[in-house]
């Protein structure tokens, strides 16, 4: 079965948000945001056939999951820095974050090689904030294809600005 939906249109794309972030391509493996709420949001992740994320087998890493659903909080956090600069009017990022992934509880997968037989163009990364006391991020991930859940997790964060 084929996802014929268009690929959702994003608000920024990851590009933008580069100065508040410690990644650079080729790991950055988030595409853009989607959407954000008070604590949290929604990423897209467009497949690339040659992206990282993908084994010699052109199948997607179970172990992919854990990054998507980090740098999707990431890209989350930094698109909420960069919507307040803006508002500042003329703020320049000076950003120098630390970002580490510090545990993973709670892992799992569902019905994860379905995805790898499947044609998806597009992954949906959602991401809360369950807990904060900064430097530490308590976030839930999930990782979806048209509405099903593939993969779910509890990632601790440390990000602290430098």
């Not at 949001?41 to 056939?49: D, N, S």
């Amino acid at each position: 079965m084929s996802q014929f939906v268009s690929i959702p249109t994003t608000l920024m794309s990851s590009e933008q948000l580069f100065p508040y972030l410690p990644h650079r391509p080729p790991m950055v493996w988030i595409n853009g945001i989607l959407s954000v709420s008070d604590t949290g949001g929604e990423c897209l992740v467009k497949l690339a056939p040659n992206a990282h994320y993908f084994d010699h087998n052109q199948r997607i890493r179970k172990s992919v999951c854990i990054e998507w659903m980090a740098q999707g909080y990431g890209f989350i956090s930094a698109y909420k820095d960069y919507q307040k600069i803006s508002l500042a009017k003329g703020m320049q990022s000076d950003s120098n974050v630390e970002a580490y992934l510090a545990a993973v509880k709670n892992l799992r997968f569902y019905d994860f090689e379905r995805l790898n037989s499947i044609d998806v163009r597009y992954l949906i990364v959602q991401v809360n904030l369950l807990r904060s006391i900064p430097p530490l991020h308590l976030v839930e991930g999930k990782i979806l294809s048209a509405n099903k859940i593939y993969a779910t997790a509890e990632l601790k964060l440390y990000a602290k600005e430098g």
